[in-house]
């Protein structure tokens, strides 16, 4: 299941937090990379450690926690402290699949990567090339959205990001553990949860139909989540 949610920061303080950011020292981006992935990215990172990631961090952990449609979406048990990265000019990522096992460096902990997502921070008109591409059975598709979009994707895909070729592409990214594993099981929770909502709102949380699919709802995760 990939998602693409078009506001989860506001465009303001998405392009705000991309000049805090343009601001700060950048490094070589394979300081994350796994031996296949360096031979194919060409970009650069903002340390994990810099006052500008630490505040930048805040903000989209924040957003990922207020955001009812990511966590519907995600069901998130464990969010790898998200990072961020900038591609100029001639620089790019090669297709490439993400590790299935990262190491948050802060606490120690292994996460399963179930889910990748890339939270955009430069308005699609700022730059040229720099689209993430998505591999599928019909070739690709390539996702450029606005500032404050993010996109969600499973980690098991192979993705790409195109060359840039003018301007500058800023974009936080990051990995998450579901409580949910299984990506066809968590697909079809969240197409349920988004009709119980919509039914919710149209009849109210007290109607017989709403409740009877609220606890089909809460029986599956109980049968497929993992605590």
């Known amino acids: 299941m990939l998602i693409v949610i078009p506001d989860l920061l506001p465009r303001a303080e998405a ?6 950011l343009l601001a700060a020292s950048w490094v070589d981006g394979n300081v994350t990379s796994g031996a296949g992935a360096a ?14 990631a630490i505040q930048a961090r805040a ?21 790898f402290p998200p990072l961020f990265n900038r591609y100029g000019p001639g620089e790019r990522f090669g297709a490439h699949v993400d590790n299935a096992i990262r190491l948050d460096p802060a606490s120690g902990q292994r996460i399963r990567t179930d889910l990748s997502a890339t939270i955009f921070l430069t308005d699609a008109d700022d730059y040229e090339g720099g689209d993430l591409v998505i591999e599928d059975e019909f070739g ?39 409580m949910v594993q299984d990506g066809a099981a968590r697909a079809m929770l969240y197409d349920l949860d988004q009709s119980v909502q919509r039914l919710t709102a149209s009849l109210g949380a007290d109607d017989s139909e709403v409740l009877r699919l609220t606890q089909l709802y809460h029986n599956l995760m109980r049968r497929w989540a993992t605590a």
């Not at 392009?15 to 805090?20: G, I, Q």
């Not at 650069?44 to 006052?51: C, K, S, T, V, Y």
């Open 15 to 20: 392009l705000a937090l991309r000049e805090t």
């Open 39 to 52: 031979l194919a990215k060409k970009n650069r990172q903002l340390p994990d450690d810099g006052e500008a």
């Open 59 to 79: 903000a989209i952990t924040r957003a990922l926690a207020s955001n009812a449609q990511f966590l519907s979406a995600a069901l998130p048990r464990t969010v």
């Open 140 to 178: 690709g598709r390539a996702y450029k959205p606005d500032a404050g979009s993010m996109l969600l994707y499973p980690s098991s895909s192979l993705h790409r990001v195109a060359e840039v070729t003018k301007g500058e592409r800023v974009s936080c990214f990051l990995w998450l553990e579901s």
